[in-house]
């Protein structure tokens, strides 16, 4: 029997991260975790405690050391997906939408860091984990990197919008050692992450009228770790019930 397939996804502890986590290790894969707090109780798969790994994705300094300590736990150095989907998305008081006027440099910093600049360092250090498996890396974008959102700020605009150009860059820069890079990009999905309002949006803007669910993304993730999106690479999937029409 072949070993099972092996993960990393972060941002696992809730939302769409937390969907993805329950899927994969549904179809039997082995899922490695990360998030800043340490594993948490709510969150009851298998295996849990033992592959989580907590880490602060600001801390750009400390992705090596998360990428050594996943090697360690790798049973043999293959990495079949690696899934970035930690994200934050700064508000400001009473969860205002944070404007270019209203935010500072430490938010523009703490915001590329986590949403952009992070998925570039952490895919870096697995390379050769990922190359060995013909792995797939997803990277979590948002329909607020194409458009103005409601709630959505700059920074967060402007982090999706550099994610989508560094899937195509990875897409064209892994290809050739059989690596293949995807985006996804949600609309509004039910998590934590929304604002107050989202419901006048989901009347006046999303044809399908309802919120997307957490396990809808989960399955558009697997779709493109999975061989049957085996020459699929430098996409950017809208998961939004059409309100990018
Ligand atoms: N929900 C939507 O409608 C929507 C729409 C478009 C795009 N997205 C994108 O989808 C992704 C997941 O969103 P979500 O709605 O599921 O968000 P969420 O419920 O807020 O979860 C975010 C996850 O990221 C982790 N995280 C945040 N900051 C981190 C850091 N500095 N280091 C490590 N982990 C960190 C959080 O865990 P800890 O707090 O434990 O660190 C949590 O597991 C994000 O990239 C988001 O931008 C969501």
């Known amino acids: 029997m072949s070993a099972p397939k092996c993960m990393l996804l972060t941002g696992a502890s809730r939302g769409i991260g937390h969907a993805t986590v329950k899927l994969f290790q549904s179809q039997g894969w082995n899922v490695y975790t990360v998030s800043r707090q340490p594993f948490a109780e709510q969150c009851p798969w298998p295996a849990g405690r033992e592959s989580h790994i907590q880490a602060d994705l600001t801390d750009l300094g400390g992705v090596a050391e998360l990428a050594d300590e ?9 990495l079949h997906a690696l899934v970035n989907n930690a994200g934050i998305s700064p508000k400001g008081p009473g969860g205002k939408r944070l404007g270019m006027l209203d935010t500072d440099a430490a938010t523009w910093l703490q915001v590329l860091s986590v949403n952009l600049v992070s998925t570039a360092l952490l895919t870096r250090a697995l390379f050769a984990e990922l190359v060995a498996a013909r792995g797939s890396v997803v990277n979590v974008t ?56 989202t419901a006048e949006i989901v009347e006046r803007d999303i044809p399908l009228r309802r919120l997307g669910r957490p396990s809808e993304v989960a399955d558009t993730i697997y779709f493109l770790c999975s061989e049957a999106a085996a020459y699929t690479n ?9 309100q990018h029409v």
């Open 70 to 78: 996943l090697r360690r736990r790798l049973p043999d150095g293959c």
């Open 234 to 242: 430098g996409a950017e999937i809208h998961i939004n019930g059409g």
């Open 142 to 197: 948002s329909i607020a990197g194409t458009r103005v959102h409601p709630f959505a700020g700059p920074a967060y605009a402007c982090s999706k919008a550099a994610l989508a150009a560094l899937t195509r860059e990875m897409a064209h820069e892994l290809g050739p050692h059989g690596v293949r890079v995807n985006a996804i990009a949600p609309g509004e999905i039910d998590t934590s992450i929304l604002s107050p309002g």
